[in-house]
């Protein structure tokens, strides 16, 4: 038979890309008919955990309240704006990587194989990362007033700058439409991923200014 042929690490890439590719197809079709929760999306953030109030700045996250938003700073996701480590993004690297592995291990030893494979798995999240950024830019582009998103809340998907020294984007619900928005602030210190803004103006046509919600 075709299983017992393979070897074991060939048998474990299979079942690993089988795995991924089928739970990354579900999530964007989950996406695609609107049932999309970046919170569960995303790795940023790391609430709730106790002990961690003394660790104080962090990758120059300073002000430490809860949250790490290690994953969300430059460098390590911040690749042309777009943000790579995501549930999305992991399965798209274990899938693609997978597949081409087993295909280079019929003709490299498996060091190189794996090599390739992985470079080919970052190459597929990275596309998978951009071809989504560029579907809610499409969507969003529709004739909506982002002026009736003033007074509204959002959470914050990508880090926004304090003292508005760049830009960030926030997630929220505008006109019956889960849009994400480039977002700038005014607070003294920056908004980290996932937490709760208030958008409060507009700098530009689609550009939001916010401040970070109130603790009720």
């Given at each position: 038979?075709w299983w017992n042929?393979?070897?074991?690490?060939?048998?474990i890439?299979f079942i690993v890309a089988?795995?991924a590719?089928?739970?990354m197809?579900l999530?964007?079709l989950l996406m695609?008919?609107?049932?999309?929760?970046s919170?569960f999306d995303?790795?940023?953030?790391?609430?709730g955990?106790?002990?961690l109030?003394?660790?104080?700045?962090?990758d120059g996250v300073?002000?430490?309240?809860?949250?790490?938003?290690?994953?969300?700073?430059?460098?390590i996701?911040?690749?042309?704006?777009l943000?790579?480590?995501?549930?999305r993004?992991v399965l798209?690297?274990?899938s693609?990587g997978s597949w081409?592995t087993m295909?280079?291990?019929?003709y490299?030893?498996p060091?190189?194989s794996?090599?390739?494979?992985?470079?080919?798995?970052?190459?597929?999240?990275?596309?998978?990362a951009?071809?989504?950024?560029?579907?809610?830019?499409?969507e969003n582009?529709?004739n909506i007033?982002?002026r009736?998103?003033?007074?509204s809340s959002a959470?914050?998907?990508?880090r926004?700058?304090?003292?508005?020294?760049?830009?960030g984007k926030?997630?929220l619900v505008l006109?019956?439409?889960y849009?994400?928005?480039e977002?700038?602030?005014d607070d003294?210190e920056?908004?980290?991923s996932?937490?709760?803004?208030?958008?409060?103006?507009?700098?530009d046509r689609s550009t939001?200014i916010v401040?970070?919600a109130?603790?009720?």
């Amino acid at each position: 038979m075709w299983w017992n042929g393979l070897t074991d690490y060939q048998q474990i890439l299979f079942i690993v890309a089988v795995a991924a590719t089928s739970l990354m197809v579900l999530l964007i079709l989950l996406m695609l008919i609107g049932f999309d929760n970046s919170e569960f999306d995303g790795f940023d953030g790391l609430d709730g955990l106790d002990g961690l109030d003394s660790i104080g700045d962090i990758d120059g996250v300073s002000d430490f309240d809860g949250s790490v938003d290690v994953f969300n700073n430059e460098p390590i996701t911040d690749i042309g704006g777009l943000k790579i480590l995501t549930i999305r993004g992991v399965l798209a690297f274990f899938s693609m990587g997978s597949w081409v592995t087993m295909l280079m291990l019929d003709y490299l030893n498996p060091w190189i194989s794996t090599l390739i494979g992985a470079v080919a798995g970052f190459i597929a999240a990275y596309l998978l990362a951009y071809a989504l950024n560029q579907a809610l830019k499409l969507e969003n582009s529709g004739n909506i007033d982002y002026r009736k998103a003033i007074g509204s809340s959002a959470t914050v998907y990508m880090r926004v700058p304090k003292d508005r020294s760049g830009k960030g984007k926030v997630n929220l619900v505008l006109e019956d439409r889960y849009v994400e928005l480039e977002a700038i602030t005014d607070d003294e210190e920056d908004i980290l991923s996932n937490k709760e803004v208030k958008v409060v103006g507009l700098s530009d046509r689609s550009t939001l200014i916010v401040t970070k919600a109130s603790k009720k």
